[in-house]
């Protein structure tokens, strides 16, 4: 148990955390939020043991391991198999004094090293290691590959995997969805579920948030404030809370009247569509979770575009591609004022590529890109972060796209990005990762475009920011392609999905969803297909004799198929109950003083249901990941 008693952290004069106490009991997973600069990675730094205390006292279990991320990985020549075995210090040693003790014919050191690795069940690290690597987005061929051979990105990713690796008493994870792309993420998102330590969570993907943690602490004033739940109930009960108070009532009420004003103009634009229902459904939950979010220091808008041709542009047959290598071919796309269009698939698929030509940073190969005549594109990468002038202010760079603006209506807008005061003169050099990707939002933003690009344009963005970019979007006119790992602002932005996979460009869908069925099944599919390229040996099974073998087979796993089924069945019931419990926490009328029992009760009701479908879900992906084990067993022996 983690023991925080009235603790007192400075940084550079200021008290971070002053008088803060929590309780973190084995086993727990907490997600740890608040503004920037609020005190979140100083606390990190202090569970690590990189900082002291200033008063107060932490209490650690001396016999508790622990891992986290490291932020900067040097450009050795070493594997990246050999990099992520080496985040398990006890084995990765044993490793090296068994090599050395082979290489000198040394057999009474080699006897018990292989003791000692028997003893800590060291035979199956190395295939943990693989494992851990293909989750996030290795290929085999990969992992052989020195350090230096990867981008900065990857090796963030096998830092991940080496803090993973060691199966610590506590992991302390920070942002580690950065760099992942949604495959991995999701990967990700299942590992922790399954992680059996104590686990402290630094994240701004808040989809994430309510899948892998069961508490919330907020810091906030200086204090360390516990919540039971994941993030979505920590964010209904601080509305909640807000509500009771009456606190900053004024600004719930502009927020609020503005949420409405989209949803009125959306209706009465598209009532009777599907997916626009579903985003009608979506601006009418946020809505009640407005007083959650009335304190956030964002407040803008995108403004109505001066112009806004129909269609905006047109790929007709396109093909797009790096030289003489095609990515994708014949793709075909209509973009409308409306569209609200999120790109899906895999890591190398090509999602970027499209992005980059609808753009125009790309020419196509074969085929045609129209950009019809009054096309004004707002395009969001995160190289654009790396091409803003150091030396030039945010107040600068706005100046630069409109000469004849007045300072102080410039020093207005980039208010609602929280650039405010002196921050707004300030050189970017010493900005954050935040802060430089408010600024290139703030620049798009502020060019009015027709057509917005956004290739993963919540990286580096805290919860508020990303709260308030989701609302800036539902109000935008124009057209929308987006690809973001970020499963919450595509679930409340995008109307519909397409899949970029094996060089095609395929309208997927309305349901974010259905992409992780998608994915299970791809991955079948290909290890299916792997199966049948190798080449069989001469089986000695006639057909006879093979389904005799079928029939056993299918007997053996009959208890294995019944527990499926009725995962599944669960999993339906509890999911159906939850969905009813959520749309009655859609109700405004519920945050009345008269319903609030009610309102307890459905929280309490919430809070049952969610880490019990959790539960239900890992089980269900446990009993399928051993049917699929069994088949690919019986599988092998038949080809034998």
Not at 392 to 421: C, M, P, V, W, Y
């Amino acid at each position: 148990m983690i023991q925080i008693s009235e603790i007192e952290l400075l940084r550079g004069g200021t008290a971070l955390l002053k008088n803060a106490s929590a309780t973190l009991f084995p086993e727990h997973k907490v997600g740890l939020v608040g503004a920037n600069g609020c005190g979140k990675s100083t606390l990190f730094g202090l569970l690590k043991s990189e900082l002291q205390l200033d008063a107060g006292n932490c209490s650690i279990p001396k016999d508790w391991s622990i891992a986290s991320v490291k932020q900067e990985t040097p450009a050795l020549e070493i594997s990246a198999i050999d990099y992520v075995l080496q985040g398990h210090p006890e084995y990765y040693a044993l490793r090296i004094a068994l090599r050395e003790a082979e290489q000198n014919n040394d057999g009474d050191t080699q006897a018990k090293v292989h003791i000692q690795l028997e003893n800590m069940k060291g035979y199956s690290i190395e295939s943990q290691a693989g494992e851990l690597l293909h989750g996030l987005g290795f290929a085999n061929n990969q992992i052989e590959n020195p350090i230096s051979a990867f981008s900065g990105g990857w090796r963030m990713r096998l830092n991940l995997a080496q803090a993973l690796i060691r199966n610590a008493d506590l992991l302390l994870l920070d942002e580690p969805t950065n760099h992942l792309d949604l495959d991995a993420v999701y990967w990700l998102e299942r590992f922790l579920r399954a992680y059996t330590g104590t686990l402290v969570l630094i994240s701004h993907d808040r989809e994430f948030l309510d899948a892998v943690v069961d508490q919330i602490w907020h810091i906030d004033k200086q204090l360390i404030n516990v919540y039971k739940g994941n993030y979505s109930q920590f964010e209904r009960q601080k509305a909640e809370r807000l509500l009771q108070q009456q606190a900053m009532f004024e600004k719930q009420q502009e927020q609020i009247a503005h949420l409405e004003q989209f949803i009125t103009r959306f209706k009465a634009k598209a009532s009777k569509a599907k997916q626009a229902q579903s985003r009608v459904k979506a601006l009418e939950r946020m809505e009640k979770l407005a007083p959650a979010h009335a304190d956030s220091p964002f407040n803008f808008e995108f403004a109505e575009p001066l112009a806004l041709p129909n269609p905006l542009m047109t790929l007709d047959k396109a093909q797009a591609g790096y030289g003489d290598v095609t990515i994708l071919n014949s793709i075909k796309l209509n973009l409308v004022p409306g569209s609200r269009i999120a790109l899906l698939g895999r890591n190398g698929a090509g999602k970027s590529t499209l992005i980059k030509l609808l753009a125009g940073d790309l020419k196509p190969q074969a085929g045609d890109v129209f950009q019809h005549q009054g096309l004004n594109i707002g395009y969001f990468a995160q190289h654009q972060l790396e091409s803003l002038d150091l030396k030039a202010s945010a107040i600068t760079h706005l100046q630069r796209l409109n000469s004849k603006a007045s300072e102080q209506s410039l020093r207005d807008f980039l208010g609602g990005f929280a650039f405010i005061g002196d921050k707004a003169l300030e050189p970017v050099a010493p900005f954050s990762g935040g802060e430089k990707a408010r600024l290139v939002l703030a620049m798009l933003v502020y060019q009015k475009p027709n057509l917005l690009l956004l290739d993963e344009p919540t990286n580096h963005l805290d919860l508020e920011m990303r709260h308030a970019l989701v609302m800036a979007l539902q109000g935008f006119e124009g057209a929308m392609v987006t690809v973001s790992h970020d499963r919450h602002m595509l679930k409340n932005t995008a109307d519909e999905f397409y899949l970029v996979d094996s060089g095609e460009v395929t309208q997927f869908g309305y349901e974010l969803d259905d992409y992780y069925q998608w994915l299970l099944n791809a991955n079948k599919a290909a290890t299916k297909s792997e199966q049948a390229d190798e080449p069989k040996a001469n089986s000695g099974v006639n057909r006879k004799e093979q389904k005799r073998l079928e029939a056993e087979f299918r007997k053996a796993i009959q208890p294995l198929k019944k527990q499926i089924e009725k995962l599944e069945k669960q999993l339906d019931k509890h999911a159906a109950e939850l969905s009813e419990v959520e749309v009655a926490l859609g109700d405004n009328e519920l945050y009345n003083d008269d319903n609030k029992a009610r309102l307890k009760e459905l929280i309490a009701k919430q809070a049952t249901l969610t880490p019990k479908l959790n539960d239900i879900e890992e089980e269900l992906l446990m009993a399928l990941e051993e049917m699929e084990e069994k088949e690919q067993a019986f599988a092998d022996e038949l080809a034998q």
